[in-house]
């Protein structure tokens, strides 16, 4: 019998690759960060685990809740999964949670400069954009 | 510059567009050494484009592969249609060489994340 087992981590940090972000989950401090590029071969299988405790979390979300995004470059699946994660912590607002949003693109990376104004404008969540020199 | 053209070559697409019209199509491959610089006057376009009067937008894109400085722009490209879905209507026929799983893939991804403002339209080439 083929089951994906999820046992749900307070805890879950996924270390960076070339085509997968440093991704860091933690629920006692309200943190969640991606960093790095998001191209997985296989989009669905790497963000399981991340969907999960997503789900899990925006629950049951912590006090206040930190969302950091550095990403260099991303394919259309992660942007899906992306998004999804960014309606859910929409949906957030209105528990007992705040919910910040940074976003962090490189100074001459016009496209994620977009993609993050774009974010802000459909969200009702604020997010804030950081143009950095290096990410 | 209401038309927007250039012609296809072993590393870049064709690109045609006119902004009175509401049209734009692009068709290749779009692996471009330096996509900053390639595309630096499709996005100056793009931003009248989005502003185009005419009553409908269509876009058409029948790329063959791309790379990953490519698909920033198409996720940008098409998060900002959806946006514009909201003024007048938007149409995007995703074509794909009924071969090619991964952009039939790519293109449900698409699908998934601004709707069903995309066709998806397989092609026996």
Known sequence: METTEYQHQDVLIFEKTSKTPYIKLDKPNGEIELRGSSIPENTREFYYKFNRWMAEYTANPAAKTNVKFALMYMNSSSAVVITRMLRMLDDMIGMKTEVEIDWYYEADDLEMKEIGEYYDEIMKCKINLHEVERL | ?125
């Not at chain 2, 403002?117 to 397989?122: D, L, N, P």
Request: zero cysteines.
């Open chain 2, 1 to 125: 510059m209401n038309n927007y053209k250039v012609g296809e070559t072993f590393k870049t697409p064709t690109i045609e567009g006119s902004i009175s019209d509401g049209i734009l199509s692009m068709k290749g491959r779009s692996l471009p050494e330096d996509a900053k610089t390639f595309y630096m006057p499709f996005r100056e376009w793009l931003s009248r484009f989005y502003e185009s009067p005419a009553k409908e937008i269509k876009v058409t894109i029948q790329l063959e592969y791309y790379n990953t400085a490519t698909s920033k722009l198409l996720i940008n490209l098409l998060l900002r249609l959806e946006q514009l879905k909201e003024i007048k209507p938007v149409s995007v026929d995703w074509i794909y060489d009924e071969d090619d799983l991964e952009m039939e893939e790519t293109g449900q991804d698409f699908k998934n994340l601004i709707g069903d403002m995309i066709t998806m339209k397989a092609i026996n080439s």
